[in-house]
């Protein structure tokens, strides 16, 4: 039986990324996902900056671009009587954001993964895992027809998502976890073209982006509060949302038609879960979860894998440090203390964005911004994550406040 360097279960955001970094590295990958390619999932699917930045690093962006996926040029956010609009961020190398639908960025992802050599197969359930003294060994698995079988390697990396499985059979303890504050509704719109936009009100939030085709994905944030009464009529919620939390939108929206049917969710979890262990890492949402409202989840996928794959392809000989126990454990040490030292500040910020309660003091910062075109841009780029908060307070933005 052939012992993998890794084997990574999940090929999304989180599990295709370390797959195909671990695979350049020349480590033996295996990578298993339940499902097929290409194949939806539940998600809207804007990607900051800096997440468009590594695809590019990464030489995976012209693919995004060539499947006819639209750059978000400028952005716009309206909340109260505040109004912002500016260029996007850029950073060097990358003009706008990027949109793409998650069947088409997933394949890409996972046929890079398998051109870099790592061995990919689809239809894969992992059901369980071998250990030896409490190390993990390898997994279980079943295929589409039946077949269960076990592979074996040195290191098991959970990319699996919020309900990972692999997460539940190592029992990784759960750490930092917040209650569920909102609910969400999303479709695809023709005829109402977007690049990306944010409106907010007390008790709502809206964002449209523009993706393939020339459709415009709207999604909706309502309380969890209401989750229960949103879901007995998510449409008549849905559109009541988009009319009163951004009019102007929901004015164009007559001219528009209703491309898809609505997809929506209340599991909106909000935690930090151990990210590593004897033999097994977790990467991507299985290890870290946040409300999807200020749209981190692809961007910190492709943030954890790099650090995830920067720390076991290091060191003069990177096959010994995914191979030998003890060089492995520090590795994984390093990455996780990393993982939650770069993901902590946007898991703040954003419980902050999903109490759906619009902060006075932030009203009064946005007020003083909005007439200064190079402090809205400033802005947008904390939004992004490209600069720090303290970064916003210019002596501008100081003497304006
Ligand atoms: C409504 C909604 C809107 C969102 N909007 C955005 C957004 O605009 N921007 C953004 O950046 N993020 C967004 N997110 C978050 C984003 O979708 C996730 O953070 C991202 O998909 C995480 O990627 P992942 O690879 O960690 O996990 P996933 O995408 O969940 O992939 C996990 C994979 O593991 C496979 N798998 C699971 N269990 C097994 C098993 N036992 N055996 C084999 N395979 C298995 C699954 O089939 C799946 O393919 C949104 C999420 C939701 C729910």
Known sequence: MVTYDAIVVGARCAGATTALLLARAGHRVLLLDRTEFPSDTLSTLYIHQSGVERLARWGLLDQVRQSGCP??????????DVYLRGPAPTLPGVVGAYAPRRYILDT????AAAAAGAEVRDHTLVTGLTTDDGRVTGVRLRTNNGIETTERANLVIGADGMRSTIAKLVDAPLYAE???LTCVYFTYWSGIPADFEIYERP?????????????????????????????RDPKAAYLANIQATAPPLWQRLSEATMADRLYGTGDQRNFFRHAHGPGWALVGDAGHHKDSINAHGITDAFHQSELLATELNSGDDPTATINDPIRQHAALARYAAARDQHMKPTYHTNLVTARLDPDPHLLTLLRAIQDSPELTERYFQVVAGILSPEDLFTRDLLARL
């Open 71 to 80: 750059p978000l040029q400028t952005v716009s956010y309206r909340v109260a």
């Open 108 to 111: 890409i992802l996972v046929e």
């Open 178 to 180: 917040h209650p569920n």
């Open 203 to 231: 008790g709502g939030w809206v964002a449209a982006v523009g993706t393939h085709d020339n459709l415009t994905l709207i999604a909706g944030y309502l309380p969890q509060a209401q989750f229960a009464h949103v879901r």
